[in-house]
């Protein structure tokens, strides 16, 4: 959580930079107003974020439905050969910020937030039903008079004009209907001229319906009360409405009139110096700063027809940037954390609580003979985790593809620096590095590997959330996240649709995860581990078996405290055992 309200802060300040840009641009060079609307695409820029989708182009996946890397179901395996390989389940611990302690911090302070900020505009609410209680209608000599100011403007069903001597300054605000409360003193104290202006500029927040875009705002501003900017924001678009109900005064009046208008304000302010601080009114009266401001709009204001078409291409520029920001914000949005696509091919849910136990995970398995899913826990095996050691299968391709290592030399030479395990201390090569996972021999291959391929693989391959983030161990309790379904699916288009790896390639990459081989089936896998400031966090097995009549691609899951690659290796074949798939040798 605390990632994504950082990440809605981020977005939400990119774009309210660029508009305060552009606002100073047109107005300094071009004399060009925005309207107060412009404001809302903070706020979708800060939502951005949450919403469950990711905007992004389309991906053209050159997949071949007729090539099959993998050899044929129907070819039967070796006759009389048993290979055992000992895979290792070895692992560092990551020491890393700790989200979960600064999640919960985060969360707390946002309630709390929100709790102050609602109990405000419930009590903002109930001190304008106060005032609409308490004032009372004009009588028939200022009812008459309204009727004189207003001129051609008809009052609408949906505008009442009360007076009340509950305020010092005039407001507006919106209780089901627009109310403009005049102070019962500027009836008796106020020239008419004067008095004139004062109603106009009311009558344009309840014409404009500034009131109830104020109230639409303000509620935003509860959701986003984690967002320091989001008070700064309002106050603008508040002097926004104030500005433009200045304009719409200005616009009925005759040019030598606006003197004595700016004289209005500035007479209003010193005379009846308290205003009204309502969070869900406007008030004639306010504060120095936005006087200073309105009384210089007046002074330069410019009634040309203003083109739309800056408008728009302002528009479309910010909502443009908002989409493309959210391909770089997006990495920890709430569509990092799910697998969301509908499964193209049929599916069974199978009950395997017994062999979890008390683990909490998922196992999927797909049969390329079938085109079948079995799934147990589907909406746990849809959540994302980081892949780990698993991630190292897709890594040795890449090295192969790139000629970092080849089929006959996949030799790295050891470094010589003391490693945590002593299976580590040791030149490898691609099957001694997958069966004792050994991190420095992969880290070494990406490190040669550059990033926009890895990049373009992972989007044709539709690996996960595709997050490299700065490219530096990724894969380890980092960036990049993928879910249990996924794996299986991801692995099967490699190893049987995917053409841009050759068969010797894949043939390779598969006796490196070999790990039991018979007359009956051979089964090829890898585990993965993450354990994070000494608490394990994620345990996966990940592969494949080839039997004679089918391949089968499976996965394993494991998100609890005592989660391991070799726990869920263990759980794996349990199942894979009693679904007849691993026959007995």
Excluded at 60 to 84: A, C, G, M, P, Y
Excluded at 330 to 341: A, I, P, V
Excluded at 506 to 524: D, V
Aim: charge should be positive; proline fraction near 2%; charged fraction near 20%.
């Amino acid at each position: 959580m605390a990632k994504l309200l950082i990440i809605s802060v981020i977005s939400f300040t990119i774009i309210f930079l660029l508009i305060l840009l552009f606002r100073y641009i047109l107005d300094r060079y071009f004399n060009y107003r925005f309207s107060y609307k412009i404001w809302y695409l903070t706020i979708i820029a800060g939502l951005i974020p949450f919403i469950p989708f990711k905007f992004s182009l389309p991906k053209f996946n050159n997949f071949d439905k007729q090539e099959t890397n993998v050899s044929s179901d129907t070819k039967r395996l070796n006759e009389n050969i048993s290979t055992t390989n000992h895979v290792q389940d070895l692992t560092t611990n990551i020491h890393k910020v700790n989200w979960e302690y600064i999640d919960a911090i985060f969360t707390i302070l946002w309630v709390v937030l929100i709790i102050v900020f609602s109990i405000k505009f419930i009590n903002s609410l109930l001190y304008l039903n106060k005032l609409r209680k308490q004032s009372s209608h004009l009588n028939k000599d200022e009812t008459y008079k309204l009727i004189q100011i207003l001129n051609n403007y008809q009052l609408a069903p949906n505008i009442v004009i009360k007076k009340t001597a509950s305020v010092t300054s005039p407001i507006t605000f919106w209780y089901g209907k627009y109310y403009i409360l005049i102070p019962t003193a500027y009836f008796k104290d106020l020239e008419e001229q004067s008095l004139k202006y004062i109603i106009f500029h009311e009558y344009a927040h309840a014409k404009n319906k500034d009131t109830l875009h104020l109230i639409i705002f303000t509620l935003f501003s509860i959701i986003m009360s984690y967002n320091p900017l989001m008070p700064i924001v309002k106050r603008m678009m508040t002097d926004d409405n104030e500005v433009e109900a200045d304009i719409f005064v200005l616009k009925n009046i005759q040019r030598n009139e606006f003197k004595t208008y700016a004289e209005t304000i500035m007479m209003s302010a010193l005379k009846f110096k308290s205003f009204n601080k309502n969070i869900l009114s406007h008030a004639f009266n306010g504060e120095k700063t936005l006087l200073k401001k309105r009384l210089i709009n007046i002074k330069k204001i410019n009634f040309k027809k203003q083109p739309k078409t800056i408008l728009i291409l302002t528009y479309v520029f910010c909502l443009f940037l908002i989409i493309f920001q959210s391909q770089f914000l997006m990495g920890q949005s709430l569509t990092d954390n799910k697998y969301r696509e509908p499964l193209k091919s049929n599916y069974q849910t199978i009950d395997k609580s017994k062999n979890f136990a008390t683990h909490k995970g998922s196992f999927v398995m797909y049969s390329s003979k079938k085109d079948e899913y079995y799934i147990y826990n589907e909406q746990e095996s849809r959540k994302r985790y980081s892949p780990d050691s698993t991630y190292k299968i897709y890594l040795a391709m890449f090295g192969l593809d790139r000629n970092v290592i080849t089929s006959s030399n996949s030799m790295i030479k050891w470094d010589h620096k003391n490693y945590p395990f002593a299976s580590w201390n040791k030149n490898q090569n691609l099957t001694t590095a997958l069966q004792n996972s050994v991190n420095w021999y992969f880290e070494r291959i990406s490190n040669q590997i550059p990033k926009n391929y890895t990049a373009n693989q992972l989007n044709q391959l539709n690996y996960g959330n595709q997050n490299l983030g700065n490219y530096n161990a990724y894969w380890m309790e980092n960036n990049l996240k993928i879910s249990n379904l996924e794996q299986v699916i991801v692995l099967n288009r490699l190893m049987e649709h995917n053409t841009h790896f050759s068969k010797a390639q894949k043939n390779q990459l598969s006796s490196s995860l070999l790990i039991n081989k018979n007359n009956n089936y051979a089964l090829y896998g890898k585990t993965g581990t993450g354990i994070v400031n000494g608490k394990h966090r994620n345990g996966w097995f990940v592969g494949y078996v080839k039997t004679n009549q089918d391949t089968y691609y499976f996965s394993t899951h494991l998100s609890d405290e005592n989660a391991s690659g070799k726990n869920a290796e263990s759980i794996s074949k349990e199942i894979l055992k009693e679904m007849g798939v691993l026959s007995a040798q």
